[in-house]
């Protein structure tokens, strides 16, 4: 059943392999004893785990492969959760679970892991917020940290040179983030795809070297602490209580932005998002005004992360450049790309996945971060259209006999 | 039909790319109701052309001068961008088949809606009752035009999935979802079968007699002749000829440029 050929194409990725790791995982040097330690059952180990996972690999593969002609051959059946999204009497409780689970969340489990799923749910905002300018407007923005950083330091140093409270903050951190928005994306307009990846990236790098060689204005390196927490009415809360109070904050800021998110997709705006990603020329003969549409793209993106900026700078308490590296983009990144591009509950999903997962991957101590690398290469190799592909929604007239599963394949 | 008004004027028009003269001082002018059709060998710069209306290149010099036959009001093109160009009722399709691929065939039609719609963030996030009711309306025009194009069957379909000339009587309808008055068709049959070819003439017969003047450019001579009412030719970036079908036919300089010259030996 299985061919010899893939054995022996196995075997020799597993010989590549015990090649490859041969320096780190056989020789050991003890710099002490003044020894080299030869540890050969490693490499007999990487041997036969590469052995095993690549037939693996293949047997998946051939597998799917076959289910994929046999799919051809039938109609096209939709993934679950997009029959779910679709259906309202399915979708509705499915929400309304989710959003009940969320808001006991704090009750049912310890402040760690509230903490933890605050943390989650802040790039499940930001994910969404970067989703509005790659996912539906294909604008492949590299730098987004750069408005997550302006919103943090926008609550870091108004409350530091002007004691402005969070709540003031909240908003004009969102407008700043949105405006600086506006300006990174006039020089960019004629930019698509790579070049505007470069650019973009580029000016990520630029805000956080501003703040990290601007002593004067931002401190520098070593950051702004004491960065106080949200008020709530001017009462005293205990540690463990703020951090549920952080939690809700998120909670509620993650409902209103699926909200406005789905609300814009679905609409005259959101289609012109679309269109502008498929084909740019054809777009402005329908009369669309590529610069109008771009910008907004933009500064709502932008408005997104400098609103979670400001939740970040209240929930850690400090902030400094450190914060905002390229590593940081690259993740909300992969949040929109792993959940799907455009689509609200695969970048919701893929915010869980990606930052929750290395969490509870703890137990495997230092092979986490490997253990978590690998999941993400074989999620791309298997599925890279994202775990949940985007749906556009369906018309029904009198007269259309197209059955509703045809508008997606 | 030669007492209606001219709604294009072009004076002149040239695009040079560096040394290369694509278009080189060409004058073209369409009246209301009238079906003029561009043609000429390949390479002889109709896209161009088309481009240069559009708004998508720049004219190195000449005059584009368009007039609204609904208002008599009359517009400069030169340098305008193309969503300007299309607002003040131009609309075209691309000879390479420039749909919005991953979208529905409903969406791609109310994309053309967009310039005659309004809403914005505010009223995509409130959805008040002016959005509702401006969205309905986008839903049920763009209805009608697939209707007009024979598309309403599967307004849920992605575009992609089309045939062929589905996918060309989409892009009309999309352009049509803009309203324009005038209707620039860039090759509209090529890779048609027969039967499909004639549907299409008469989709574009239908176009034309709701008062949309139409420019189209077309290589299938017997769809050029049969529709339309003046023809320009165009060879080398310069216009070789213009006039009525059974002109253009006889005329020495346009079989000169189709079939070469004669070689005597």
């Known amino acids: 059943m299985f061919p010899v050929k893939e054995l022996k194409r196995s075997a020799l990725i597993s010989l590549w392999f015990a090649f490859l790791t041969f320096p780190i995982m056989v020789i050991k040097v003890d710099p002490i004893e003044r020894i080299v330690h030869w540890r050969w059952d490693n490499m007999f180990f990487i041997a036969f785990g590469s052995f095993v996972l690549s037939i693996l690999a293949k047997v998946f593969m051939i597998q799917k492969e076959r289910r994929a002609s046999r799919k051809k051959r039938k109609i096209a059946a939709e993934p679950l959760i997009q029959r779910i999204a679709r259906e309202p009497r399915f979708l509705y409780p499915l929400v309304v679970a989710c959003f009940a689970f969320g808001v006991s969340f704090p009750f049912l489990f310890s402040t760690y892991q509230t903490n933890i799923m605050t943390t989650a749910l802040m790039y499940v905002v930001l994910g969404l917020g970067l989703n509005i300018v790659v996912g539906v407007a294909g604008l492949l923005d590299l730098g987004y940290v750069a408005f997550y950083a302006v919103g943090a330091y926008s609550y870091a140093l108004l409350n530091l040179n002007f004691d402005m409270g969070f709540w003031a903050v909240l908003p004009i951190g969102g407008l700043l983030a949105a405006f600086l928005g506006v300006i990174l994306g006039f020089p960019v307009l004629r930019l698509r795809g790579d070049y505007l990846a470069i650019v973009t990236l580029g000016f990520g790098e630029i805000i956080r070297l501003v703040l990290e060689n601007w002593n004067a204005f931002s401190q520098g390196p070593s950051g702004i602490a004491n960065i106080p927490r949200p008020g709530f009415f001017g009462m005293e809360m205990t540690f463990a209580g703020g951090i549920t109070y952080i939690y809700y904050i998120v909670l509620v800021l993650v409902v209103i932005t699926i909200f406005v998110v789905n609300r814009l997709q679905n609409s005259r705006l959101g289609r012109a998002w679309l269109a502008l990603r498929e084909d740019e020329i054809a777009c402005q003969a329908m009369g669309i005004d590529k610069t109008k549409t771009k910008l907004i793209a933009f500064s709502l993106g932008a408005f997104w992360a400098g609103f979670v900026g400001v939740l970040f700078a209240a929930k850690t308490t400090f902030v400094n450049p450190a914060s905002f590296t390229f590593l940081e983009s690259a993740i909300i990144l992969s949040i929109v790309v792993l959940g799907g591009m455009g689509s609200i509950i695969g970048v919701i999903v893929g915010a869980l996945i990606l930052i929750l997962l290395p969490e509870y991957l703890r137990a495997l101590s230092e092979y986490r971060m490997l253990a978590f690398g690998a999941i993400l290469v074989i999620m791309m190799v298997f599925k890279p259209e994202g775990i949940i592909s985007n749906v556009r929604r369906s018309y029904k007239f009198k007269g259309t006999n197209t059955p509703e599963g045809e508008i997606h394949e | ?265």
Do not use: W
């Open chain 2, 1 to 265: 039909m030669s007492d209606s008004p001219t709604i294009l004027e072009v004076e002149g028009l040239s695009k040079y790319f560096g040394g290369i003269k694509a278009i080189d001082n060409v004058d073209l002018d369409i009246r209301q109701g009238e079906i003029v059709a561009l043609i000429g060998p390949n390479g002889a710069g109709k896209t161009t052309f088309f481009n240069c209306l559009t708004g998508i290149y720049k004219p190195t010099a000449g005059d584009i001068k368009l007039s609204d036959p609904r208002n008599g009001k009359s517009t400069r093109l030169n340098g305008k961008k193309p969503n300007k160009i299309t607002e003040i009722g131009m609309a075209r399709t691309f000879q390479n088949i420039r749909l919005f691929p991953t979208m529905s065939v409903l969406e791609n039609v109310m994309i053309g809606r967009h310039c005659r719609t309004k809403s914005l963030i505010f009223g995509a996030i409130t959805r008040n009752k002016a959005t509702r009711i401006e969205e309905a309306q986008i839903i049920e025009r763009s209805y009608e035009i697939l209707k007009k194009v024979g598309l309403h069957r599967q307004v849920n379909e992605q575009a992609r999935n089309l045939s062929y000339g589905a996918q060309r009587r989409l892009e009309i309808g999309r352009a049509l979802a803009t309203e324009p008055f005038l209707l620039l068709l860039d090759e509209p049959a090529a890779g048609m079968n027969p039967k499909e070819t004639e549907a299409l003439v008469a989709l574009i017969r239908e176009i034309c007699a709701e008062g949309h003047s139409i420019l189209l450019i077309e290589h299938d001579m017997k769809l050029v002749m049969t529709l339309s009412d003046r023809i320009f030719v165009m060879d080398y970036g310069k216009k070789i000829a213009q006039g009525t079908p059974v002109e253009v036919r006889e005329n020495p300089a346009v079989i000169k440029a189709y079939l070469g010259e004669d070689v005597d030996a």
